[in-house]
Every structure is written in structure tokens, then in C-alpha cells.
């Protein structure tokens, strides 16, 4: 009884070390490939690298010109917006709760505030 459990776990032993030599013997000869490289940071549009130079320049300057044209326009509703709500609380006693056409200026206000830091970011 003893004799063929012997066998087993010897066989078992022998086995299971020949697969982990095999193993390594494969994973030498096999070595893990490198990451590929990575893409640059910046790779040129094709219509751009053919194209007039002064063409480009221009459209730059005009697409510039209609972002400050855009940012000034949203600096004045900005104004606005913060003018009106600054008169309405001044006519809302302060011992009221605001109310809900209060809070949703002030949302305005920070979206466009908002939308105007992202602007001034990309710019």
C-alpha cells in the first residue's frame, strides 16, 4: 500500500520538476520583447507639412483674433451678469432666504466663469 503512493508522489515530484525546468529553459531562449517606443508629442497634420506657410500663420491669426473677440464678449456678460445680480441682492433683505431665481444667476455666473478660465487656458 505504501509502495505505489511512493511511486505516485515520486512520479509527481519528477513531473512537476521537469516542467518548471522546461520552463525556464523555453524562457531563456524566449526573452520578454521591450515595450514598443513612444509616439511623439506632436506629429505635424499631413495638410499642414505641403501647405504655404503664410497661409498657415494667417489662419493662426484669425483663429486667435476670434478667441479674444470671444473671451472679451464673455468678460462683458460676465459684468452683466454679476452687475444684476449684485443690484437684486441689494434690493432682497437680508433676513430672507434667497431665492431660487438668486441661485440660479449665480450658477450662470459660474458657468461662464468657467467657461472663460478655459479659454484664458488654451489661449
Do not use: C, W
Not at 509616439?39 to 495638410?47: E, Y
Not at 500663420?57 to 451678469?81: C, H, I, K, M
Amino acid at each position: 500500500m505504501r509502495e505505489p503512493r511512493r511511486k505516485f508522489f515520486l512520479n509527481v515530484a519528477l513531473l512537476s520538476g521537469s516542467l518548471a525546468f522546461s520552463r525556464g529553459i523555453s524562457a531563456a531562449q524566449n526573452p520578454p520583447t521591450p515595450p514598443p517606443k513612444p509616439q511623439p508629442g506632436h506629429t505635424p497634420n499631413p495638410a499642414e507639412i505641403h501647405s504655404n506657410p503664410a497661409d498657415v500663420a494667417a489662419a493662426r491669426r484669425a483663429r486667435l483674433q476670434q478667441n479674444e473677440r470671444e473671451f472679451r464678449e464673455g468678460v462683458d456678460r460676465l459684468y452683466q451678469l454679476s452687475s444684476d445680480l449684485r443690484d437684486e441682492l441689494q434690493k432682497t433683505p437680508t433676513t430672507d432666504i434667497f431665492s431660487v431665481h438668486i441661485v440660479k444667476q449665480t450658477e450662470a455666473i459660474e458657468k461662464l466663469a468657467k467657461l472663460l478660465k478655459s479659454k484664458a487656458k488654451s489661449a
